[in-house]
Every structure is written in structure tokens, then in C-alpha cells.
């Protein structure tokens, strides 16, 4: 069959029309695979994480005497994510029972001896009481540095590659020896001397223990979202999750 010149024109033209369509939307399909349409793929994004300085304190309360010294140990652990810095401790203690009028005599010794999972430990010795810091202040770990996290879907993988940075960071363990002399001797011996000994069977303290975290506050770089009136608005609710926690840097956590 032997086509006029009209047909088939019109037939080349509907052909590069098909051809152009099918250019189109091969190119449609590309750029929503690239996530730049409304396909299912997500957007990549970058969040900064600064970290601020927290602190903390515990009291321990024992007794070490004649049934044996205080070796209780103390571990130290914030949230997971943040990173323990320092740790420092302070005894208050008092004998509790001295004799004499004028004079109180026969006042005990307490020695107290606290190191850093077997290190070498921090000393303090004091005859009657004392309240002061035992030696210097332990370096746990050093402060992290500010940074921003990119190509992450969402804030949920920042807090999850924080918590795999800094695994063994937020945490620290200490061996703890007290020992309490009762200060009463027995020589030479007397009725008296042998009462008061036997009634001092030790003496109590307290161990304070402060310690500085850091709490990474993690923000995506173009700040919070405005309302309509230019105003910032709340953060959204995440549901408890790890960024909203570390968003309020105002609690510590008592042990």
C-alpha cells in the first residue's frame, strides 16, 4: 500500500512525539531515584552537635573500724552518649567517741585510700575528723569536640553514631580502702582505758563524690523551625527519644 506524502508525515511526527514522551519520562523516573521529586528516597541531611558542661554529686555514707576497713567500690555512670570528664572526692568524718574534759583524747586515725580501677590511688590520712577533698581530682576522659555530623537521614542516626563514638566514655569505676585506728590504747593498762577501747568500735564518714560530664546538644545547622509571627517555635516532640533528652541540658543524674 503506497502512502501519500501527507501520511506520512504525520506518521514521523507521531513517532518522534512518542519518542519524545518516553525521553520524558525516562528523565522523570532518574531525577525521582536522584530524591530530588517525590520519590521514596530520603534526603540526606547534616546536624551540629555541641557539648555542654554538666556536673553532678553523691554522697556515700560506710563505716570502717574494728569489724574491718570500708572497701565498698564506687562507679560513676551518666547517660550513654555523654563523656565523663573528672571525678573528685571529699571525706567528712568526726570520732564519735572521745573522752577527757578539758582535752578530748584518744581521738581515732582515718586513712582512706581511692584509685582509679587499679591505679595509682589518691591518699588522705586525718586524726579526730577532717572534711576535705582527698588529693587531686581524677582525669577521666577529655572534653569532645564540637562537630557537624553529615549525610544522616535524621537525628535519630546522629544519637546512634554518637553513642558508638563514645561507648566506653561515659563511665568509670573505683576501688575505695578506708580504715579507722581507734585512737584509745590499752597500755599501760587501766580499768578506764580498757572501757574506753572497748566501747570505740570504729567511726562513720561520709564520701561526697562530684563529677563533670559533657551532654552533646544536637541541632540541625538552619536552627528551629519559625512560626508565622518570625517566632522560633518549640522543638517537635520526638517521644522520648535520645534528642530530645539531650536537648535539656539543665538536670544532671544522681547515681
Request: one cysteine or more; aromatic letters at 8%.
Amino acid at each position: 500500500m503506497n502512502l501519500k506524502k501527507t501520511d506520512k508525515l504525520i506518521a514521523i511526527i507521531g513517532i518522534i512525539i512518542l519518542i519524545v514522551a518516553a525521553v520524558g519520562i525516562l528523565l522523570y523516573i532518574e531525577t525521582d531515584d536522584n530524591g530530588n521529586g517525590n520519590g521514596d528516597k530520603k534526603v540526606m541531611d547534616s546536624y551540629d552537635v555541641n557539648w555542654m558542661e554538666e556536673s553532678n554529686k553523691m554522697e556515700i555514707n560506710g563505716y570502717a573500724g574494728r569489724s574491718g576497713a570500708y572497701t565498698d567500690p564506687i562507679a560513676i555512670d551518666v547517660e550513654s552518649g555523654c563523656v565523663l570528664t573528672s571525678v573528685e572526692f571529699r571525706i567528712d568524718w568526726r570520732d564519735d567517741y572521745t573522752h577527757g574534759s578539758l582535752l578530748n583524747r584518744g581521738g581515732d586515725i582515718l586513712n582512706a585510700d581511692i584509685s582509679l580501677e587499679g591505679g595509682e590511688p589518691q591518699k588522705h590520712s586525718s586524726t579526730g575528723g577532717a572534711n576535705t577533698t582527698i588529693g587531686d581530682a581524677f582525669k577521666i576522659n577529655d572534653k569532645p569536640m564540637d562537630e557537624t555530623i553529615e549525610d544522616v537521614e535524621d537525628i535519630s542516626e546522629v544519637e546512634e553514631i554518637i553513642k558508638g563514638k563514645y561507648v566506653t566514655m561515659n563511665s568509670a569505676n573505683f576501688d575505695v580502702n578506708v580504715r579507722v585506728s581507734r585512737g584509745e590504747k590499752l597500755f599501760p593498762p587501766r580499768p578506764m582505758k580498757i572501757l574506753n577501747y572497748i566501747r570505740d568500735k570504729g567511726n562513720g564518714f561520709t564520701l561526697i563524690v562530684s563529677y563533670t560530664y559533657y551532654k552533646p546538644d544536637i541541632l540541625s545547622p538552619d536552627g528551629p523551625p519559625e512560626d508565622d509571627n518570625g517566632e522560633d517555635e518549640e522543638p517537635p516532640n520526638n517521644n522520648g527519644s535520645m534528642g530530645e533528652y539531650y536537648r535539656d541540658t539543665s538536670r544532671g543524674r544522681d547515681i
